[in-house]
């Protein structure tokens, strides 16, 4: 099974930066979806970035519209490795993000952070507050 591992949440004043890292790990294909969700309290999950991790390059990489502009998805030194780098944050921000994986995911365009059925995998989350 696919294993995420997210890390770099923490506590932030408005406007300032963070960057969240997820390590996946137990997949034998060679390229993967990663996407990052959050989840305020008394809310449902939404999908904030996708991108497919290919060969050679990361390609179908998309947000949602309220942090498009402030986040930026890519992947990280290792190739199972995605980093979501966070800028100008608000309150609006504050949640529990997750990572999750799949196969195909974001292949699916941009629905594919209208819902969680697009993504099999998924990490523990990491908390996010700001102030």
């Known amino acids: 099974d696919v294993q995420l591992v997210e890390s770099g949440g923490g506590s932030v004043q408005a406007g300032g930066s963070l960057r969240l890292s997820c390590a996946a790990s137990?997949?034998?294909?060679?390229?993967?979806?990663m996407a990052w969700f959050r989840q305020a309290p008394g809310k449902e999950r939404e999908g904030v970035a996708c991108?497919?991790?290919?060969?050679?390059?990361?390609?179908?990489?998309f947000y949602s519209d309220s942090v498009n502009g402030r986040f930026t998805v890519s992947q990280g030194n290792a190739k199972n490795a995605v980093y979501l780098q966070m800028n100008d944050l608000k309150p609006e921000d504050t949640a529990m993000y997750y990572c999750?994986?799949?196969?195909?995911?974001?292949?699916?365009?941009?629905?594919?952070?209208?819902?969680?059925?697009?993504?099999?995998?998924w990490g523990q989350g990491t908390q996010v507050t700001v102030s």
């Open positions: 999750a994986a799949d196969r195909f995911g974001c292949l699916r365009g941009r629905t594919a952070l209208d819902s969680t059925s697009a993504f099999g995998y």
């Open positions: 137990g997949y034998d294909y060679t390229a993967i979806s």
């Open positions: 991108t497919y991790i290919g060969v050679d390059t990361t390609y179908n990489t």
